[in-house]
Nanobody, 123 residues
Framework: VQLQASGGGLVQAGGSLRLSCSNS????????VGWFRQAPGKEREFVAA????????SYSDSVKGRFTISRDRATNTVYLQMNSLKPEDTGVYYC?????????????????WGQGTLVTVSS
């Protein structure tokens, strides 16, 4: 599994960004995928997760109602649509693939990590 996260950038508070997580190995379309983020000086934290077929989705309380995770199995890409961005959403966003078809907030579920994409939200 080789993950590539993209779509980060600088945006004003209230704005939107869409992150993409592409996977070069087609066989991994059966894996659950999660998004995590890490702000400077803080621990990496869970953002959102989606199971292999999109049937199970979860969000952290801090992004619920503002972020939407989805996946396109045909292109093996997982998206994170981020709306109503806040300065506290700033950080490096990582996508990760789980060992199985499920996904959730626990980091130990994941064994493949992308390189991260930086999101900066200005006030």
């Amino acid at each position: 599994v080789q993950l590539q996260a993209s779509g980060g950038g600088l945006v004003q508070a209230g704005g939107s960004l869409r992150l993409s997580c592409s996977n070069s190995r087609r066989t991994s379309s059966n894996n659950g995928v999660g998004w995590f983020r890490q702000a400077p000086g803080k621990e990496r934290e869970f953002v959102a997760a989606i199971s292999w077929n999109g049937g199970s989705i979860s969000y952290s309380d801090s992004v619920k109602g503002r972020f939407t995770i989805s996946r396109d199995r045909a292109t093996n890409t997982v998206y994170l649509q981020m709306n109503s961005l806040k300065p506290e959403d700033t950080g490096v966003y990582y996508c990760a693939a789980s060992r199985s078809s499920v996904a959730g907030p626990t980091r130990s579920l994941y064994n493949y990590w992308g390189q991260g994409t930086l999101v900066t939200v200005s006030s």
